[in-house]
């Protein structure tokens, strides 16, 4: 990687590195695991000149969604946050058509089709959106380009908002994808993004969340840029719980003349004031990463060692960022489970674990269970509140290690 993919500048500089990597939803099947297993370099760089943080396009989103295995609607926390900002969206903005890109099962749009407003998903991956159209949710199967936007438009018309949750991180044609978003909304319409806030992922150690699907990491200084790109403009920025963090980014098309809220001018002056806006602010990310990764190895090395059971909960792309990294095998991690039948009886990819049904947990009752998750804490708590019931206890790795 020599430029930046936003600005073309060929000032990067080195944030973390955590080596070589599979791609973090190619899961395994039993036929597989004699096969070998194309890696790639997971080297985090920020660019001095934008400020836009970034690793390698050395795997395209054709090689990822075509065929992928995350189903959104398997998240009760997350349908039910997808629920709340349709409400909330419907209420304020009244919109008569709206478009989702990477719709991925419907998760959201299903809340639009109940209210009966008018909708649409974009979605590049034909099994998942094959599930959304099953569920009632229309659904056309593309990787949004300026072109299939417009193509879109004319067939469909413009659309009053434009929802992108959790997709901008995803694609490496940062400034065509954004010329997409516009040429889906009305010249008057609403452009929502939500994605990670890389200030939340730098100050509580999230860099599991770095993986070869998330192509950059955004603040909102830089994705005020990566939207102007585009010819959308920001205009006000919420700040989410979700995903460890995550901004909600609301912009409109340039020609509206909006200009950004006040609460867009604090959160940049968070960002500034934790050194996100100067290279400085980056220099101590890689020591923290490499206490994460002690701290959890020798947690396991010495439960293995006094004869524990340790086993997963959840087979998330960020667990697979952590188990590599960490070089965790099943000798230290016997199984991980997850609710996504997609994955039972496969193995993770790099560290090959197996990935079972998570009823076997209350089957063979370990000693820790390592939530792999750890954004959704407090939905995950209360489901695994059983474990309790054996002496079991919960291991949290991110942002230090916590045993509950």
Aim: charged residues 20%; hydrophobic residues 40%.
């Amino acid at each position: 990687m020599t430029t930046c993919r936003l600005c073309g500048s060929a000032s990067l500089i080195g944030v973390v590195d955590l080596g070589a990597t599979p791609p973090c939803e190619r899961f395994l099947t039993a036929e597989q695991l004699d096969e070998p297993e194309m890696t790639y370099p997971l080297h985090l760089r920020l660019c001095a000149d934008c400020r836009l943080a970034q690793i390698p396009a050395l795997i395209t989103p054709e090689d990822t969604f075509t065929e992928y295995a995350y189903f959104s609607s398997y998240s009760t926390s997350w349908v039910e946050h997808a629920r709340r900002f349709v409400a909330d969206a419907v209420e304020r903005l009244r919109p008569g058509f709206v478009v989702e890109v990477a719709s991925n099962d419907g998760y959201l749009l299903r809340h639009v089709v109940e209210r009966g407003i008018r909708c649409l998903g974009v979605e590049p991956s034909a099994n998942v959106g094959r599930a959304a159209r099953d569920a009632g949710v229309p659904t056309v199967t593309e990787f949004l380009t300026p072109e299939s936007g417009s193509a879109i438009r004319a067939e469909h018309g413009p659309a009053d908002l434009v929802v992108a949750n959790n997709v901008y991180a995803h694609i490496p044609d940062v400034a065509g994808f954004t010329r997409g978003l516009r040429a889906l909304v009305a010249d008057d319409g609403w452009v929502s993004v939500e994605v990670q806030h890389l200030l939340t992922l730098m100050e509580l150690n999230q860099y599991d969340t770095i993986y070869h699907e998330h192509f950059q990491y955004y603040t909102v200084d830089s994705a005020q840029r990566a939207l102007a790109s585009g010819d959308l403009t920001l205009v006000d920025v919420e700040l989410l719980p979700t995903h460890g963090g995550s901004i909600r980014l609301w912009a409109r098309p340039s020609g509206t003349g909006a200009e950004p809220g006040p609460r867009v001018a604090e959160v940049l002056a968070r960002e500034k004031a934790a050194g996100l806006h100067e290279l400085s602010g980056y220099a101590q990310f890689a020591d923290r990463v490499a206490r994460v990764r002690r701290e959890l190895l020798a947690f396991l090395v010495d439960a293995a060692a006094q004869g524990r059971t340790v086993v997963g909960y959840g087979a998330p792309g960020k667990g697979n960022t952590l188990l590599n990294h960490c070089g965790i095998r099943p000798d230290l991690l016997r199984y991980t489970v997850d609710r996504n039948p997609y994955k039972h009886g496969r193995f993770t990819p790099g560290a090959r674990i197996p990935v079972l049904p998570p009823d076997q947990i209350a089957v063979d009752r370990p000693d820790y269970v390592l939530v792999l998750p750890w954004n959704l804490r407090e939905e995950l708590t209360a489901q695994l509140s059983y474990v309790r019931d054996w002496g079991g206890r919960l291991v949290f790795p991110i942002p230090r290690l916590e045993i509950v």
